[in-house]
């Protein structure tokens, strides 16, 4: 999986040609939030909730962010992409004292714990009055240790200059140069004792932390790869949240339907938590209905939950909900239920409302799974549904288990058969690309995916002859029953270098004649 995004162009890696098709890659889940510091619209990925607060600040009460990441590791999730997303936030400002001018400096991430310092120097300059040393610093608010450091040497205050700093600082992840540029070259920094270099300057301006995220700054923009759109840098997500932006707000409608519309282009599960007003069975079920929530990429529940022995708040569960599906799909595949042995929340939480049976076969018929009290005092989420009701389209992905079986085996493949797409297109990689996924299908149908090992897989890696064979890339059909489903599914992958575009197949060959 890629992780490193350099000035725009994403580095995508390519599954080396005939290597085996891993059959239970780690599930990798995505949160878009507001943080008190970090890079902004940047996917960082974390794998513990010490890796978060490390880079992004700890908890903060303007921001349910932090605590839906606690509960995620928690909850046995292992690999987490963090977006911080702001709105009108601001970076701090250091002023550098140049002969009566100065030279501007302001943070890159924004924040009023975002601490930067810096420092100027000669050494090494010589005779040459145009150059200077810049040292930048970040240190950490708390403890006051140094936790990032970049030098550049031989740096010019000269606009028009070859080593101009404001050039050279593109590259920092710290800080950047504001206009107006200095007249001069920045003074060395000294301490209140006259000693050149044993000092650094701070902020003259704090940097602030904005006001709460909007819907347009959770969705962001395509082009400018913000907001979700910030996960464009990312190879592969499975699983998508979007906390809260803060406590009492729910996240807005137009922010999920923009969530879920993403998350069906990149074959990945939306958690959607319950909103504030609802407080019983039949006001959820409404609330669904009124909101048009009706995907089979949504994955919705209710109730909210509440902290044993602590306040009345009803609190969102989703990152709880995510974590679980990370390790249900490491302990027992996505072709199971949530409600397995071990798959229970912390004890410490409980459901803000008691549901009986006849209220969670309401719920679960709206799409709805349900968060009840279970074995050893530990809740459980019971129904396994998706939001994918109402439609003949989606019945099928009705059941949760189904959809993730579906959107697992079309990543799967995908990325480990695009090394075909730039293979001269005959029928012997056709039975290479076929032998690759058949041996995959086998893997899978051990572990308990299928129903049954009547599956069907066909490769036409340009032996059709197409005229457009450049542009159609290779198509791979794919027939097959999950576990948790009463018939056939057939799938139709086009690969091409640009990606892969799913469809059904309305003809595909029956199962039974496999």
């Avoid at 593109?170 to 920045?186: C, F, G, N, Q, W």
């Avoid at 509440?306 to 996505?334: M, V, W």
């Avoid at 469809?503 to 199962?511: E, K, L």
Wanted: proline content about 5%; aromatic content about 8%; hydrophobic content about 40%.
């Amino acid at each position: 999986m890629s992780e490193a995004v350099d000035h725009g162009i994403t580095v995508t890696e390519i599954a080396a040609m005939d290597q085996p098709i891993d059959v239970s890659p780690e599930t990798t889940a995505a949160f878009v939030g507001r943080a008190l510091r970090g890079p902004v619209n940047t996917p960082v990925l974390v794998q513990s909730f010490g890796d978060y607060r490390r880079r992004f600040g700890d908890t903060w009460s303007r921001s349910s962010l932090g605590p839906a990441v606690r509960q995620f590791f928690d909850h046995g999730g292992l690999q987490l992409y963090v977006v911080r997303v702001a709105n009108n936030a601001r970076g701090s400002m250091i002023c550098l004292p140049a002969s009566g001018s100065a030279l501007v400096l302001r943070a890159v991430e924004p924040g009023s714990t975002e601490f930067i310092r810096a420092a100027v120097d000669y050494d090494g300059i010589g005779d040459d009055e145009d150059l200077f040393n810049l040292t930048l610093q970040r240190v950490n608010p708390g403890t006051g240790l140094v936790e990032d450091q970049e030098l550049f040497r031989r740096v010019s205050y000269l606009e028009e200059h070859e080593r101009f700093a404001g050039n050279a600082l593109l590259t920092s992840s710290l800080a950047r140069v504001e206009h107006p540029y200095p007249s001069h070259r920045p003074e060395p920094t000294m301490d209140a004792g006259g000693r050149i270099g044993s000092t650094y300057v701070s902020h003259v301006q704090a940097g602030t932390d904005g006001t709460e995220l909007s819907d347009y700054d959770l969705v962001g923009s395509r082009k400018h790869r913000s907001g979700l759109f910030a996960l464009e840098q990312i190879d592969n997500f499975d699983v998508l949240y979007l906390p809260p932006p803060g406590k009492g707000i729910d996240t807005g409608p137009a922010a999920i339907l923009a969530a879920e519309l993403y998350c069906r282009e990149r074959r990945a599960m939306l958690v959607v938590d319950p909103r504030n007003e609802w407080t019983s069975a039949e006001e959820a079920v409404r609330g669904v209905r009124d909101l048009g929530y009706a995907s089979p990429n949504m994955l919705g529940y209710f109730p909210r939950m509440l902290k044993r022995r602590s306040d009345d708040i009803a609190r969102p569960a989703g990152g709880a909900i995510a974590g679980l599906l990370c390790k249900q799909d490491r302990t027992y595949g996505p072709w199971q239920g949530l409600d397995q042995q071990g798959m229970g929340l912390h004890r410490h939480l409980l459901p803000a409302v008691d549901i009986d049976d006849e209220d969670a076969h309401l719920l679960n018929r709206a799409g709805l799974n349900v968060i009840a009290n279970g074995p050893a005092g530990r809740c459980r989420v019971g129904g396994s549904v998706t939001m994918g009701r109402g439609s003949e389209g989606h019945r099928k992905f009705a059941r949760l288990p189904v959809r993730r079986t579906c959107l697992r085996i079309i990543s799967t493949v995908s990325a480990a058969a695009r090394w075909a797409v730039f293979e001269p297109g005959d029928k012997n990689l056709a039975r290479r690309v076929r032998a690759q996924v058949l041996t995959y299908f086998y893997c899978l149908n051990d572990l308990g995916a299928f129903a049954n090992d009547r599956f069907i897989v066909e490769c036409d890696a340009g032996v059709s002859k197409r005229n457009d064979n450049s542009q159609h890339g290779m198509t791979v059909l794919l027939v097959f029953q999950p576990a948790a489903c009463d018939e056939a599914i057939s799938l139709t992958l086009h690969l091409t270098a640009t990606g892969c575009r799913v469809g059904s197949a309305a003809f595909a060959p029956s199962v039974k004649d496999a």
